[in-house]
T-cell receptor, first 112, second 114 residues
Framework: DADVTQTPRNRITKTGKRIMLECSQT?????MYWYRQDPGLGLRLIYY???????NKGEISDGYSVSRQAQAKFSLSLESAIPNQTALYFC???????????FGNGTRLTVT | AQSVTQPDIHITVSEGASLELRCNYS??????LFWYVQSPGQGLQLLLK??????LVQGIKGFEAEFKRSQSSFNLRKPSVHWSDAAEYFC????????????FGKGTHLIIQP
C-alpha cells in the first residue's frame, strides 16, 4: 500500500461546484502539504499543516480551503470550482522542517 | 523568498550519453536543495538532497549533484543515461529557518533518443 494516498485519482466537475480532494498517510509525519502542478509552471504550494491545529497558507491559497481532520488526513476543498483550477494536485508529507517531501500519486482535476 | 530556475524546459540525450540538468537558486543563505523525478502518471520521487557537508551528493538510480555556492547552482548529472530515465525532473529549494514547504523549479523534460 502507498504511504501517501490521494482520492480520487481523477475528477471532472463543473464550474461552481464544490469539490473535496482527500489525502491520507501512514508515514506518521506531522507535516502535510497540498501542491498544484500546471504544465510549465512546476509545483506551487497551496496550503500546509504542522498538526491538526496549525494550518498555513502557501503561495496560491486563494480559492482553496483545507481541513486537517487528524494527523493522517488532510483534505483540500474548492468551494466553487472554476476552469483555471484545472490541474494536477499533489499531497505530500514530511518528517520535519524542509526535510524531503513524500508525495502521493496525484489527483487530476478538470473543471469544465 | 527563495526561488529556483531550471533554464532548460526540454533536453534530448542519446541513450548511453552523459547528462547534466541545470538548476540555479536564489536564497540569502545556504539552502536545503533537492532533485525529484516524475514519471508519467506518477508522483514525485526524491533522487537526492543536499543539507550540508560534502558538496557532491550521490542519489538513487546513478544520479549525482554538486552544490556550488559561488554559482548558486545545484546541477544534476548522470554519466550514462538509460531509456528509463525519460521523465520530468524538478529541482527544489527549502529555506533554513524560514517558511515551511519547498519551492520548486518549473521542471526539465528529459527525452532519451535510442
Amino acid at each position: 500500500d502507498a504511504d501517501v494516498t490521494q482520492t480520487p485519482r481523477n475528477r471532472i466537475t463543473k464550474t461552481g461546484k464544490r469539490i473535496m480532494l482527500e489525502c491520507s498517510q501512514t508515514k506518521g509525519h506531522d507535516r502535510m502539504y497540498w501542491y498544484r502542478q500546471d504544465p510549465g509552471l512546476g509545483l506551487r504550494l497551496i496550503y500546509y499543516s504542522f498538526d491538526v491545529k496549525d494550518i498555513n497558507k502557501g503561495e496560491i491559497s486563494d480559492g482553496y480551503s483545507v481541513s486537517r481532520q487528524a494527523q493522517a488526513k488532510f483534505s483540500l476543498s474548492l468551494e466553487s470550482a472554476i476552469p483555471n483550477q484545472t490541474a494536477l494536485y499533489f499531497c505530500a508529507t514530511s518528517e520535519q522542517h524542509n526535510s524531503p517531501l513524500h508525495f502521493g500519486n496525484g489527483t487530476r482535476l478538470t473543471v469544465t | 523568498a527563495q526561488s529556483v530556475t531550471q533554464p532548460d524546459i526540454h533536453i534530448t540525450v542519446s541513450e548511453g550519453a552523459s547528462l547534466e540538468l541545470r538548476c540555479n537558486y536564489s536564497y540569502g543563505a545556504t539552502p536545503y536543495l533537492f532533485w525529484y523525478v516524475q514519471s508519467p502518471g506518477q508522483g514525485l520521487q526524491l533522487l537526492l538532497k543536499y543539507f550540508s557537508g560534502d558538496t557532491l551528493v550521490q542519489g538513487i538510480k546513478g544520479f549525482e549533484a554538486e552544490f556550488k555556492r559561488s554559482q548558486s547552482s545545484f546541477n544534476l548529472r548522470k554519466p550514462s543515461v538509460h531509456w528509463s530515465d525519460a521523465a520530468e525532473y524538478f529541482c527544489a529549494v527549502g529555506a533554513r529557518g524560514g517558511a515551511d514547504g519547498l519551492t520548486f523549479g518549473k521542471g526539465t523534460h528529459l527525452i532519451i533518443q535510442p
